[in-house]
């Protein structure tokens, strides 16, 4: 089926810096997403991403978060500065249709935070 | 807000044994609701879904049916192998903002013995 790629699969920071997750969607698809899940926790929404714009994030994606795609680039999840709490495996989904079209998951960046 | 209940944190079966995870929601109207599979070091990845109330989705030997009643959508599968060993997520679609957040139950592990 259609794959969603992520770079890097593990990233290991110090508290304060910046990190940036990257996601490679689905070549044709339009709707962006990231998800976050610490471990033992479910997977929570964070937010979604369609024609440049953000068109629903939740609570925790805090100010420190930001994405975006520059044109047939990555779909980027950075964040400045990194806090111990933001320790989880993140997501990025993509998909073709639009909100209710079926969304494909990557296999996840595995961010650790010290 | 939206939620997903999944009762089972953990099953272990034999092979040949009947499987059923258990999946309760909580949201207005009538959401979509998928039921997910997750293998080590891949992102999720969808079974199937359903939209309207008494649909039955199903994939793989693995089937679910809408309940609006009951509010309910478990998964059963009649007879598990090895091969099933997973995580199995239920969620939900809401209707509301439709943006395509996706609201996911805790996970449910699967261990199958040959």
């Known amino acids: 089926g259609p794959k969603v790629l992520q770079i890097p699969s593990h990233q290991i920071i110090d508290m304060g810096q910046m990190v940036t997750l990257n996601c490679d969607p689905v070549?044709?698809?339009?709707?962006f997403y990231w998800y976050k899940q610490i471990l033992g926790q479910q997977m929570e929404f964070l937010v979604n991403f369609y024609n440049g714009k953000v068109m629903e994030k939740s609570k925790l994606f805090k100010d420190q978060f930001s994405v975006e795609r520059p044109d047939g680039s990555y779909f980027t999840l950075k964040i400045q500065p990194t806090a111990l709490e933001d320790s989880a495996v993140y997501f990025c989904?993509?998909?073709?249709?639009?909100?209710?079209?079926?969304?494909?998951f990557g296999p996840g960046t595995r961010l650790l935070v010290l | 807000g939206d939620s997903v209940t999944q009762t089972e944190g953990q099953v272990a079966l034999s092979e040949e044994d009947f499987l059923t995870i258990h999946c309760n929601y909580s949201?207005?109207?009538?959401?979509?609701l998928f039921w997910y599979v997750q293998y080590p070091g891949e992102g999720p990845q969808l079974l199937f879904r359903?939209?309207?109330?008494?649909e039955k989705g199903s994939s793989r030997g693995f089937e679910a049916t809408y309940d609006k009643g009951t509010t309910s959508f478990h998964l059963r599968k009649a007879s598990v192998q090895e091969s099933d060993s997973a995580v199995y997520y239920c969620?939900?679609?809401?209707?509301?903002?439709?943006?395509?957040?996706?609201?996911f139950g805790h996970g449910t592990i699967l261990r199958v013995h040959p």
């Open positions: 969620a939900l679609s809401g209707t509301g903002a439709n943006t395509g957040k996706l609201t």
């Open positions: 949201a207005s109207g009538y959401p979509t």
């Open positions: 359903a939209s309207r109330d008494k």
């Open positions: 989904a993509s998909s073709l249709a639009g909100p209710q079209d079926t969304q494909y």
């Open positions: 070549s044709n698809h339009l709707y």
